[in-house]
């Protein structure tokens, strides 16, 4: 049995850093800067002995436009239905913000099942992101660092029961 995890969350939280670390190769984009074009993207994901399809969502580079965080949710929504697990994600390091709350909003009212990842989450200036963001009310989050690839394990074992 297979599975797709979703990963999930606003701009520059380090989805695509993620994704490229699950699939192994530059399939998503990894960026810094705002405007670029983005869309839902899928890949073969391998973590220990796990195969799944991993999707990486996009669409939002300015929260206060409207429009934007409109096409924003529409594209998690489908990420989130496509899925059979969503990997919620976080920056530790900015610890919960207003449109986090919108995306546990989005979460919550489609019942997905859910993964939260406080991610950034190398150094003890992560230490007060990783605390806030159990008042999410989304479970533990995991601590990772998707860059540095800390906390694969934790993830790898979160994903254990949804295969
Ligand atoms: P996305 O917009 O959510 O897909 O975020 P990206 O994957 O494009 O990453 C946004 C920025 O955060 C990039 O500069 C990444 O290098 C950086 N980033 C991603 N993961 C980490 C991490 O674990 N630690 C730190 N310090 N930076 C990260
Ligand atoms: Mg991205």
Redesign the pocket.
């Known amino acids: 049995m297979s599975f797709t995890l979703a990963?999930v969350?606003?701009?520059?939280?380090?989805?695509?850093?993620?994704?490229?670390r699950l699939v192994g190769k530059k399939l998503?984009?990894?960026?810094?800067q705002p405007g670029v074009t983005?869309d839902l993207r899928e890949g073969e994901a391998r973590l220990g002995d796990l195969r799944f399809t991993v999707i990486?969502t996009?669409g939002l580079e300015d929260a206060t436009d409207d429009s934007l965080q409109g096409r924003m949710r529409r594209l998690t929504e489908r990420a989130v239905d496509m899925a059979d697990v969503c990997l919620f994600?976080i920056?530790a390091?900015a610890g919960v913000t207003p449109t986090d709350l919108i995306f546990a909003e989005i979460l919550r009212k489609r019942s997905a099942h859910v993964i939260l990842a406080a991610?950034?989450?190398?150094?003890s200036a992560a230490d007060a992101g990783v605390i806030e963001a159990y008042s999410l009310g989304l479970g533990e989050p995991i601590r990772?660092?998707?860059?540095?690839g800390?906390g694969m394990n934790d993830l790898f074992v979160q994903l254990l029961p949804v295969e």
């Open positions: 990963i969350g606003r701009p520059n939280v380090g989805k695509s850093t993620l994704f490229n998503a984009l990894v960026d810094d983005r990486d996009a994600m920056d390091r991610n950034k989450g190398e150094g990772l660092s998707a860059e540095h800390e």
